[in-house]
């Protein structure tokens, strides 16, 4: 059944709205102007900073050994607790499965839909990472489990340092016109509100925690 | 305008009235004013962090003049690239025609339990009415408009839409609805939402969510929640609806880059909201999680009526509330008063621009035309002019009081002559003289008691102004010996 309107009189009475467009208004080709991180900045640094600011976890490490001692003792340091890793690329996968076997750290079934909702940690890679605003962007597709950094109480995201792009607009022209995953999430803070009274709120649907392990040698 | 009247009950907004009405009450003016005012600072904090702030301003305005003026090809190419990546595209031209998609797509999927992230447009259409009509449960999930859905209240601001509610309501609302211990800690009062809101999550079949912006070059649905269940309805759920306003597409991705850099500055002073999703279409082949269908729905609703006249660039708003906490009038009488889902200055145009002026009279002119929301606007909406010329139509259609056309007329033909300006203010002293008591002006007749009900006028100098000028002037011109 149809519902709604035809495309065509859809489309056909926008058209007609717009019979007098007006003045041309040329569309800018040059958005440098609103650049706020160049390149040559200390992008480790500022990523850092700026995650930290809003209430994220970022820790250094040197290499993939370090970064995998660190998720370890996140996640001990919480008691005897469960994890969901999923089978993506994730920076140092095998020595954290190792290191979290070897402590008890109950694995959860990456293919069980609902494993996120129970599990206390989740541990992901990231597509890039913003400098400028401290985000993690992450991908949907493929091995990627959506949930495994939203439903879990704490995220621990796993970044390489050369995955850190300066600015949003380095962001977007790395975006791909034709193989754009179903969903990419930028993640700039712990989930939170302030709907009661303007006060403060972490850990509303999202994690409470995001811990940021940034791979810098 | 023509009338395109939006609420299907009986209803006639009384603005006067409800003004008075906030206004007496003196909770909302101080609720309204401390919130508005925090995120007010906390933009006027964080904007200078873009460098030029307003060179960026206008980049984004010239991007949404732009591709307003070619909405035509972006809508199209939007909606190609939709169906590219496997999403159905539907098209609405009334709120009634989309309440009927939506609720025809829950059918069909055979939905029982939809949840729901914030979008303004569902409530411009009342869509969880008509859902609700159809048997089918509709949960809202941010924090705020579930506590509203509890109430069965209305938003009383766009981003923050429970700001009019204290948390000794919120307490006794969620004793009251959840059968929860009574406590005003907003962390449990958000423990016991969350609890709820994660089993729908978890059982829901169906998705709705609002757009923020839509990319037409990749037929991407743009949408940010500080919460995160905007990521929880458009990820976990079999279906997804995503329900836009045909003002929010922009051409390319890197477009979206500039306004992403303003509109979590501009709403609540955050760099970015703490979630920004990027959703194209259904999960693709291979994906083990992700919606199974996506639907777009684009709602007309007038739209293409402001677009076709002068009011144009209102539709570049990006709904960021920064020129309700900007408004001093909004932060005295908050979000209800306007009776419309939009509030405060963009919803002064907005309101009467979607339903019609006929309807909503008194909107344009409540408003000091300050400029202080044209200040805090990110794409440079100049709503004060705007406000002015509505104000000229209202005149237009004789809708001023009598009392109004003939003291303007007077006022054209005293203005246009030194000669008559300076016998008009001679006049002027002498009637406030003639009105005065004890030195002060307390009262003034018809509707010059709106000025003069809330507070007395000192009388004005025995000896104006330009009198006292002239005799420095000679005062002077004697000491120099000229």
């Keep these: 059944m149809m519902r709604g309107q035809t495309r065509e009189a859809f489309f056909a009475r926008i058209r007609e709205s717009l019979t007098d467009r007006g003045a041309p208004v040329e569309l800018p080709s040059d958005l440098e102007v609103a650049r706020v991180t160049a390149s040559g900045v200390d992008l480790v640094t500022l990523f850092m900073d700026r995650a930290q600011q809003v209430g994220m976890r970022p820790e250094r490490v040197v290499d993939d050994r370090a970064a995998a001692a660190k998720v370890v003792e996140i996640v001990t340091a919480a008691g005897r607790a469960s994890a969901i890793l999923p089978e993506e690329d994730i920076p140092a996968r095998a020595l ?54 939203l439903a879990v109480p704490h995220h621990i995201a796993l970044v390489r340092a050369e995955q850190i792009v300066p600015d949003l607009l380095d962001f977007a022209a790395r975006v791909s016109k034709d193989d754009i995953p179903a969903n990419m999430t930028l993640i700039s803070a712990p989930s939170k509100t302030a709907d009661i009274e303007m006060i403060l ?11 940021i392990i940034v791979i810098a040698s | 305008m023509s009338g395109q009247t939006t609420q299907s009950h009986e209803f006639h907004p009384d603005f006067k009235k409800a003004a008075a009405a906030a206004l007496a009450d003196v909770r909302i003016g101080a609720t309204f004013d401390r919130a508005t005012r925090l995120n007010f600072d906390k933009r006027r904090a964080i904007m200078p962090e873009l460098g030029r702030p307003m060179a960026i301003r206008e980049l984004a305005a010239r991007i949404k003049d732009h591709t307003l003026q070619n909405l035509d ?116 009062l958000t423990a ?95 994906d083990f999680d992700g919606p199974e269908e996506f639907h777009l729905v684009l709602l007309d ?121 300076r016998c008009g203010l001679k006049f002027g002293r002498m009637f406030m003289w003639l009105l005065s008591k004890d030195g002060w002006l307390k009262w003034l007749p018809m509707d010059g008691s709106g000025w003069t009900d809330h507070r007395d006028f000192p009388l004005p100098a025995k000896k104006p102004f330009r009198a006292r000028w002239a005799d420095l002037q000679k005062q002077l011109d004697a000491e120099e010996g000229r």
Excluded at chain 2, 276 to 282: D, E, F, K, Q, W
Aim: net charge positive; aromatic share 6%; with cysteine.
């Design chain 1, 96 to 149: 954290i499965v190792d290191g979290l076997k070897g402590k008890g750290v109950r694995l959860m079934d990456v293919n069980d839909r609902d494993a996120a909702f129970d599990a206390d940690f989740g541990i992901t890679g990231v597509s890039c990472a913003i400098a400028e605003t401290g985000s993690l962007c992450v991908d949907s597709g493929g091995t990627h489990r959506r949930l495994a950094s």
């Design chain 2, 73 to 188: 090809r972006y809508l199209e190419q939007l909606v190609e690239n939709v169906r590219k990546h496997g999403g159905q595209v539907h098209f609405a031209e009334t709120g009634q025609q989309a309440n009927e998609i939506i609720t025809g797509i829950a059918r069909d999927v055979g939905a029982s339990l939809i949840v729901k992230s914030k979008s303004m447009v569902s409530e411009e259409i009342e869509l969880n009415q008509e859902i609700e009509k159809t048997g089918i449960e509709v949960v809202e999930t941010d924090l705020g408009e579930y506590i509203l859905q509890l109430a069965g209240e209305k938003p009383s601001h766009i981003v923050t839409p429970v700001i009019h509610k204290t948390k000794e309501d919120i307490a006794a609302l969620f004793r009251d609805k959840l059968g929860i211990e009574y406590t005003v800690d907003p962390e449990a």
């Design chain 2, 301 to 421: 609703r007038g739209r293409s009526r402001i677009l076709a006249g002068e009011y144009r660039s209102v539709l570049r708003c990006i709904r960021c509330g920064a020129c309700l906490n900007a408004c001093p009038v909004y932060r005295r009488i908050g979000g209800h008063a306007y009776e419309s889902v939009y509030p405060g200055p963009i919803g002064k145009l907005i309101t009467p621009l979607l339903a019609s002026l006929e309807e909503y009279p008194d909107l344009p002119t409540a408003s000091s035309l300050c400029g202080a929301c044209l200040d805090a606007c990110p794409v440079r909406i100049d709503i004060p002019t705007y406000l002015l010329h509505m104000r000229n139509e209202l005149v237009e259609q004789g809708r001023m009081p009598w009392t109004w056309r003939i003291g303007f007329k007077f006022w054209r033909i005293g203005m246009s002559s030194a000669f008559l300006y």
């Design chain 2, 192 to 286: 016991a939402a969350r609890k709820v809101l994660r089993a729908k999550f978890k059982a829901a079949d169906m998705g709705i969510i609002g757009a923020n912006f839509a990319v037409a070059e990749t037929g991407t649905i743009c949408i940010v929640t500080n919460e995160g269940n905007g990521r929880f309805c458009s990820s976990r759920p079999r279906v997804v609806v995503c329900l836009m306003g045909i003002e929010k597409v922009v051409p390319r991705m890197k477009d979206l880059g500039i306004f992403l850099k303003l509109l979590g500055k501009s709403a609540t002073g955050q760099r970015l909201t703490c979630y920004t999703s990027l959703i194209t279409g259904p999960k693709r082949p291979g």
């Design chain 1, 201 to 211: 709120v972490e850990g509303v649907h999202g994690p409470k925690v995001v811990h």
